[in-house]
T-cell receptor, first 114, second 110 residues
Framework: DGGITQSPKYLFRKEGQNVTLSCEQN?????MYWYRQDPGQGLRLIYY???????QKGDIAEGYSVSREKKESFPLTVTSAQKNPTAFYLC?????????????FGSGTRLTVV | EDQVTQSPEALRLQEGESSSLNCSYT??????LFWYRQDPGKGPEFLFT???AGEEKEKERLKATLTKKESFLHITAPKPEDSATYLC???????????FGQGTRLTINP
């Protein structure tokens, strides 16, 4: 079955540490997205990519970095510059043009600073 | 600026008590309005896409409707398993990305 896989489900980060969240899809979708979800604030866009080797900043890109070396993969690195990284992170993918279902989401990664 | 506002933020109902959730949007040239359901600790799951004013779609106890300025998600005779956060979203004008509302957290008490 096609879908999006995020790993790990839970991640703990020490102060000053970089961590990378994995996102893999086998839906043959061109576009991939990273959102951050905090209680009461809905989904906020961090980065998105419409094609391989190209990506754009979203609304809250500071302290995050991404790469898109393969169509199937869009990893997110949370750097030490992100001062408040504790949140639920969602990866999504879509067909070009956002037709049909809009996004297909992964199951999320909960990141906690310890 | 493209904006999506959902109300209420939270809604608590008794089992069988019907109600509606609201999603207001401001975007030029609507290219679809999407409803998702999200269970705690999980990713959102697709429910409906509406494209034009007057359109309606149904799935079990849920019915989504669309006007030129807002969408409603009507829930009829809800059951406890309908408890979740419901999100709506619209494509940002001229871009291939969705703008989400803050969601409505629905709780159905048995």
């Amino acid at each position: 079955d096609g879908g999006i896989t995020q790993s790990p489900k839970y991640l703990f980060r020490k102060e000053g540490q970089n961590v990378t969240l994995s996102c893999e899809q086998n839906l043959n979708h061109d576009a991939m997205y990273w959102y951050r979800q905090d209680p009461g604030q809905g989904l906020r866009l961090i980065y998105y990519s419409q094609i391989v080797n190209d990506f754009q900043k979203g609304d809250i890109a500071e302290g995050y970095s991404v790469s898109r070396e393969k169509k199937e993969s869009f990893p997110l690195t949370v750097t030490s510059a992100q001062k408040n990284p504790t949140a639920f992170y969602l990866c999504a993918s879509s067909l070009r043009g956002l037709s049909g279902y809009g996004y297909t989401f992964g199951s999320g990664t909960r990141l906690t600073v310890v | 600026e493209d904006q999506v506002t959902q109300s209420p933020e939270a809604l608590r109902l008794q089992e069988g008590e019907s109600s509606s959730l609201n999603c207001s949007y401001t975007v030029s040239g609507l290219r679809g309005l999407f409803w998702y359901r999200q269970d705690p600790g999980k990713g959102p799951e697709f429910l409906f896409t509406l494209y034009s004013a007057g359109e309606e779609k149904e799935k079990e106890r849920l019915k989504a409707t669309l006007t030129k300025k807002e969408s409603f998600l009507h829930i009829t005779a809800p059951k406890p398993e309908d408890s979740a956060t419901y999100l709506c979203a619209v494509p940002k004008q001229g871009a291939q990305k969705l703008v989400f509302g803050q969601g409505t957290r629905l709780t159905i008490n048995p």
